[in-house]
């Protein structure tokens, strides 16, 4: 049975998850019905035992039944009870499958997407969307649904007992239960149910403002900007705080009449019976009455379930729909005749892109080609589309149009795993985990051997950390006491890139090495990873550059320039004017600090 199918039904595609334990849900529900009707009985037997002694009064050695009836009612109590325990036990078992198969089939979708689409999306909040959908669902269709089934299953064997015995006082009854449902209905639809939506992302806004409020404390504080900073997240809780009283006083009116009608049965009941009964005592009409006063307060119990249990079913499809809309992102498409690689030039034809989303495109008509063991490097403004262009060879997304080839074979039609092995891209920001640095080198490499991790850490400049760990390279990273800065976090992660040896190598530059020694030594580090490579570049700082094969300069999603450094000077363009404006910067960083770093590596590159 295929699990997870989108239906337009919402429920029926929540009920898809829980593949074939959704007959348990199924069998729970009806349970539930059957729990919900036995349930009645115990309050006929309780009426019959009132009506025996009233009847016999004051022989009450008469009242030969009561025993009878007591048992019976305890019987059906226990029977009610045992059977929707054994209601709720299905839907826990189905439920349970329901919230494990959700979050597997969305962590295997999320495996399958472009890894683009998580630039767009931090991990906490994909792991919130995850846990919080799964655990609302989970409890919706464990707790809430038998409860919804049974107040919806109850009100017609509660209608047959209603007319059965009195009909005036059954329609007397019906009174306050119909006026309930009128109010009860359009508070869970329209206007109400679009407030309980935005009740719960006003809740999501705070919280998040929260964390980020939290997050920021150190940049806030350097900048002495605490009032300032607070503003956002005291925003937030003075929409959040001005959204509930407004949705609370929308809701007095309704709720208090809801509230009142359902538990007002006995101010029509008691005087309706009084005005009955009239002068001369009748004590069939006075024991209808009794019973009516016994069964009625059911009712309330039935509204308040209904009343919850839809809340709680609108909380739940609102999970659903942020599941559904991970699910409905398109995985990277796989090809069905995959080819091999052959060589490790790329071409870039007439290759164009726009995010998702976007209606500009980022990237137009980009033409251009990196022999094997070329060095090319992307240069130009920020925000021009360097980065862009750089993660379509590694299908972070896919082209709009135009095509991209590793050795003549287009990227779409080479395996995930091969161009993945076939690539290393070195990212600004460094990504390690809390885990050994032999671990977090070894990601790189699973079966290199500990020897292999050394001299890759050699090679990546890394002896001087590992010297000074308390445990060399079996040091955990971000326990106490052990912390590494931006730039040796970032050589760590160059040893990754030296350990996986892949013949393709995507650089983006990092700009906010503050330390010159770091810096130093990180320039080194990538001279000898690009050794032998094919190697595209996106620089940030021209000196590193200037003896690449050949540069392109980019600029609104645009090659406007392409060649080698001397050429594109001697063109007197675009180029030349950034170098001129990069070497006054140089000068001016030069004349105001004293950088232990040699100007002459700093200008021939190192
Ligand atoms: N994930 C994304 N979703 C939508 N738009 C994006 C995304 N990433 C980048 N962009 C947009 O694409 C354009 C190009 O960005 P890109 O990061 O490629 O430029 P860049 O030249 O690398 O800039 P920088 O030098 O500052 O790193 C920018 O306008 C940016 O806002």
Redesign the pocket.
Known sequence: MKLYEKKDNKFLSLLSFSGKYKYLTIIGCILAGISAVLGLIPFIYIWKMIEEIILVMPNYSNAVNLAHYGWMALFYGILSIGIYFVALMCTHLSAFRNERNMKIITMNHLLKLPL?FF??KSSGSLRKIIDYSSATTEGFLAHSLPDLISALVTPIAFLVLLFSYNWFFGALSLIPMTIALLILMPMMRGSNKEMLIKYQESLEDMNSEAVEYVRGIPVTKTFQQSIFSFKNFHKTIKDYSKFVTSYSISCQVPYTCFTVSINGFFALLIPAGILLIGSTFNPSLFLDLIFYIILTPIASLIMNKIMFSSQNWMIAKQSLLKIEKILDTKPLEESKNPQHIKSHQINFNNVSFK????TKE?LKNINFEIKENETIA?V??????????A?LIPRFWDVDSGEILIGDVNVKNIKEKELMKNISFIF?KTQLFKNSILNNVLIAKKDAKKSEVLEALSAAQCDDIIKKLPDGIDTVIGKSGVHLSGGEQQRIALARVILKDAPIIIL?EATAFADPENEYKIQKAFKKITEGKTVLI?A?RLSTIKNVDKILV?QS?EIIESGPHNELIEADGFYKNMWDNYNESVQWKVKNFQSPINLDNEKEGV
């Open positions: 683009g630039s767009n995010y998702p989303g976007n980022t992307l130009g403004p920020s925000g021009g589309g360097k980065t862009t262009l993660t600004q983006d996106i940030h980019i999603g």
